[in-house]
């Protein structure tokens, strides 16, 4: 059983002390204390999904408050999630093909189209994000078209990233730790993307350079082309992956800093380090780039640079990723995705949405306690689950409690509608 008690968070010390300590981390100045104390928080007030997924048509008034979304497996939950990550991001977190996102079931002479609205209320003000996607036909080649709007001006889908702050967690989320090296460096694109602008458009440029320059070690394997040419492509890669490498390790230092008591809560008290392990050193990525190339040439492939890069996490120095029990990783995970959030919320001087997919169920009791303890200062949470009884009615009389059944969201009979 759950309680979460309603709290506002005034002061920096509180703030760290909601984490599990009552001094500041290690590496945290007196500066980044009072950004914290400062922070503000952000809410969806009204979401309008229209042929979304296995939404026809579903308009949702929010308020600052938690909002447990409940039903059976298959019926929207994770869907309504997706729609509000989306808005956020620009892209789902789950969806291979952005065709995925629409309902094709009212499909006219046009094709099919997906409307997804939300109304954010912030600090500096309301603001009115809009997407829509449409599509001809299903087919996995067929042309999607994205149009996107804040506040009635047509956007791309980089303006979206950092308007809307929100960090998803996932019972997929052990993966961070266990899984491949591609998904750590998502968890570490996404995070810095939201605060930091040029990051993203820097991670566009090397992402861009690094398949120009990857077709190009093709073509002079085959003969097609002249090995000079790479010369202009490795500046360009050295350039973007060096502001990279140097923006993830700031990312990570602070990430540790702020993760350590939040581990040692969660788990009663074991100490969580968190490293970095760029694929090479600023200092060293044009001779590396130069060593290798012979081997790129002959497999057609970049072998240096952030690309490639990594992080570990270690427990009283055991490495979690390979000899961590589940419980172990999942426990790690979870002081990520709650590392994250007070990250955003640091940086962007916003508190982020926090949306909580299914989490509950993969936790214990102890760490369902402290789950609810650590995020109760953050205004919205969006939870889903097919278990009411994971909460405790104390908490199910402040929440906002919604039954979702095939594509439909009400308010859940016996609960408080507003």
């Not at 999904?49 to 298959?74: C, I, W």
């Not at 980089?158 to 019972?171: A, R």
């Not at 002079?220 to 140097?246: A, T, V």
């Not at 509950?360 to 009411?388: K, P």
Request: hydrophobic share 40%.
């Amino acid at each position: 059983m759950i309680s979460r008690r309603p709290q506002v968070v005034n002061s920096a010390a509180s703030s760290w002390r909601v984490i599990g300590s009552t001094i500041p981390p290690e590496g945290c100045d007196i500066i980044r204390l009072q950004e914290l104390s400062r922070r503000q928080a952000i809410y969806i007030s009204h979401l309008s999904l229209t042929n979304f997924r296995n939404y026809s048509q579903q308009e949702l008034d929010l308020k600052p408050q938690s909002v447990v979304l409940h039903g059976d497996n298959a019926q929207g939950k994770t869907n309504l999630l997706e729609a509000i990550y989306v808005l956020a991001t620009g892209k789902s977190h789950r969806a291979n093909l952005e065709r995925e996102l629409i309902n094709w079931s009212p499909v006219g002479e046009g094709g099919a189209v997906a409307r997804l609205v939300a109304q954010v209320r912030k600090n500096s003000g309301d603001m009115r994000v809009e997407m829509v996607i449409s599509a001809a036909q299903p087919a996995a080649d067929a042309r999607v078209q994205k149009n996107i709007k804040i506040n009635g001006v047509p956007r791309r889908s980089i303006d979206l990233v950092g308007q809307m702050n929100v960090v998803l967690f996932s019972s997929r989320d052990i993966d961070l730790v266990a899984g491949t090296p591609s998904q750590r460096r998502r968890y570490l694109d996404v995070a810095s993307s939201q605060v930091n602008t040029k990051y993203l458009r820097t991670l566009q440029q090397y992402n861009k350079v690094l398949l120009q320059r990857n077709h190009l070690l093709r073509l002079i394997g085959e003969r097609r082309s002249d090995e000079s040419q790479l010369d202009f492509w490795d500046r360009e890669l050295i350039g973007h992956g060096s502001y990279i490498i140097g923006e993830r390790r700031l990312m990570v230092e602070e990430l540790n800093a702020i993760g350590k008591p939040i581990h040692q809560q969660i788990s009663g008290g074991e100490d969580l380090k968190i490293t970095y392990m760029p694929n090479v050193d600023v200092d060293d990525f044009h001779d590396r780039s130069r060593s290798v190339r012979r081997e790129e040439i002959a497999r057609g492939m970049s072998l240096v640079g952030p690309h490639r890069d990594d992080m570990e996490f270690t427990v009283g120095g055991v490495n979690m990723g390979t000899y961590g029990s589940r419980g172990q990783q999942r426990t790690v995970a979870l002081s990520m995705r709650l590392a994250e959030a007070r990250y955003l919320g640091v940086r962007m001087n916003d508190e982020p949405v926090l949306l909580l997919d299914d989490v509950l169920s993969e936790l214990d009791a102890v760490r369902r306690h402290h789950l609810m303890d650590s995020i109760e200062s953050y205004q919205q949470v969006v939870f889903t689950t097919t278990d009411l009884g994971q909460f405790t009615p104390g908490f199910t009389a402040m929440a906002l409690i919604l039954k979702v059944s095939a594509g439909v969201v009400a308010p859940s009979a016996g609960y408080r509608v507003s």
